[in-house]
C-alpha cells in the first residue's frame, strides 16, 4: 500500500480530530469527567508472528505502520496516552496493571517465535504463556479489549472449526472464547453493504448502512453473548458467472463489528483496518475510537443480540475449504 503523502496525513489527522471532537463519546466524557479519556493508557500491540499486514509493517525508514501513526494520533488527541509495542515481554504483570485498554493488531500465536510462512513475521520477542494467562485474567477482572482486523486470526483453537460453535465449547481457544469470534478465511477484495445494528450501540447513534471496499474476513465459533453493532451483507458479496459467492461468503448474514461482557471486562471487535483507505475514513475512525471509549468503561454495558440480529447464521455457515491469506 502506499505511504501517506504529508498533506494526506494533515487532511486524515484533521478528520480524525474533527470526528473525536463530534463524536457523542465526546460530549459524554466533557458531561462525565470521571470517566473521562485523560490519565487512561492504551497499549497497542501489533505483533505479527504469522502474516504481516502494511497497516502494522512500518515502510522503509519509519517506525510505525500507518495503522499505528493513525490510533496513537487519535488517542492522544481524545486524551489517551498511547504506547505501542511489537514485544512479547511487555506483559509484565506491572504493565497490565498499568493498562486500561489493551488493542490488538496481531497474528499467529504470540507465545512462539516468528513464523515461517510469510516473509516479515516479527522477530521480536513473544509472550509467554503465563504472561497470555495473566492478560486474560485481567480483562475479566475488568480491563478493556479492543480487537482489529487480524485479532482474530490470533491464537487459533486446535480444532479451527468451520461451524459457528463447537457443541461443548471446549476445544476454544481461551483468547477466542475472549474475543468472541475467529477468522475463518477471506476472499477477494470487494465492495459489500454492511448493516447497522441498533443504530451502532454502542457507538454513535448517527451510524447508518454503508458500503465500504475491505478485506473481508469470514469469522466462525461465535460467542452466543455477542453484542452485534455492523452485520456483514454476505447477499451484496459479488457473484462468479455462475452465481456463487466466493466460499467464505457462502453464508448467512455474520457480525462483522461487535461488543460482549467478558465477565467484569469489556471486549470490542471489528474486522475492518486492512486497507489504507479504509483507516482514512471516517467511518472507520468512528467505529474504532468509539469502541475504544466503550471499552474503556464510557457508556452503559450491553447485552447478547447474536440471534435477532443474524438470524439463520448457525444452519448456513460455510463449508469445509482451504483458508486463504
Known sequence: MKRLSRRMMLKTVGAGAALVAASPWTRLLKAEPASAAAGKRILFFTRSQDFPHAAVTPARGETLGFGEKLLKMWGEQ????????????????????????FVFYTTGDLTQPA???????????????????????????????????SATDTF??????????????????????MLGGEFLGHGSQQMADIRVVDGGAPLASDL????????????VNLA???????VQETGSMKKNAAGKREWQYQRAPYPE????????????????????????????????????AWAAGNGPAVQGNLAEACPGLEQRSPTSAPSPR
Open 78 to 101: 481524545a486524551g489517551y496516552a498511547v504506547d505501542i509495542s511489537k514485544d512479547g515481554t511487555i506483559f509484565t504483570p506491572e504493565r497490565i496493571a498499568a493498562t486500561d485498554v
Open 208 to 219: 447508518k448502512n454503508f458500503q465500504m471496499n475491505e478485506e473481508w474476513y469470514s469469522l
Open 224 to 230: 452466543p453473548d455477542l453484542h452485534v453493532i455492523l
Open 257 to 292: 463489528t461487535w461488543a460482549r461482557q467478558h465477565a467484569r471486562g469489556r471486549v470490542f471487535y471489528t474486522s475492518m483496518g486492512h486497507r489504507q483507505d479504509v483507516w482514512e475514513s471516517d467511518i472507520f475512525q468512528k467505529v474504532l475510537m468509539g469502541g475504544i
Open 156 to 177: 487459533h483453537s486446535k480444532t479451527h472449526d468451520r461451524v459457528v460453535r463447537s457443541a461443548s465449547g471446549n476445544e476454544v481457544d481461551p483468547y477466542i472464547a
Open 115 to 149: 513464523g515461517t510462512r510469510f516473509k516479515g513475521s516479527d522477530t521480536t520477542p513473544a509472550m509467554t504463556p503465563e504472561a497470555k494467562a495473566a492478560l486474560l485474567k485481567a480483562i475479566a477482572d475488568g480491563k478493556g479489549f479492543v480487537g482489529i482486523h
